[in-house]
């Protein structure tokens, strides 16, 4: 089985995930690289291992994670079905099972907003991870005066965090916000899309997904 670490040693792949950040950089996104995605990684294997999936499906989530926005060097617009597409040639040449190359280029296919449907396990722990990285350090904009609604959002997340209660079947995204920077109205201006998604891919996983901000229930 080729496995997230085998994923993460190859070459061609960091240089992808690279230029692929630096398309994003050139058009004034946040940052979408190393930082970005060993953390969604990092984060869907979390989720699945919490709830019990195999090993063999924990280490698709990395490698899906790991993986997920490398079709931003083709263009932001469909980025994931490019990085899809882009993934799908590279795990057959790296001879993974034709079962195995399904799943996570189904899942890099669908983490995306708009277009995107948890459609497996790992599509909805992806998911999940992607959308729940809010974080300041994501912001390259020093300049605070020039800040878009983005920038402000992110960079007023002092904390984030992502948890499971197994017992009650609930995931919850604790968000610690700087409301002198961005306001909680900010945040749905810009999210609501996302956590619509994020409580479909928690459904899928048979959790309830729930929102934390500032230490008061949103969702």
Known sequence: MITFEDIKKDEAIKVYIKKADETLGALGYTEHSFSHVLKVADTAMYILRTLGYSE?????????????????????????????????????????????VATVVAAIGNHDEGTGVAVNAVAAALILADKSDVRRSRVRNSDVSTFDIHDRVNYATVEARLNIDVDTREITLFLE???????????????????????????????????????????
């Open 56 to 100: 063999h499906e924990i280490e698709l989530a990395g490698i899906a994670g790991y993986t997920h926005d490398i079709g931003n060097i083709v263009n932001r617009v469909a980025h994931s079905q490019s990085g899809a597409l882009m993934m799908f040639r590279l795990l057959e040449h790296k001879d993974m099972s034709a079962e195995d």
């Open 177 to 219: 916000i700087d409301k002198s920077i961005s306001s909680v109205m900010d945040y749905f201006e810009i999210f609501l899309g996302r956590m619509v998604m994020c409580r479909k891919a928690a459904e899928y996983l048979g959790l309830k997904f729930k929102l934390n901000i500032n230490g008061q229930q949103m969702l």
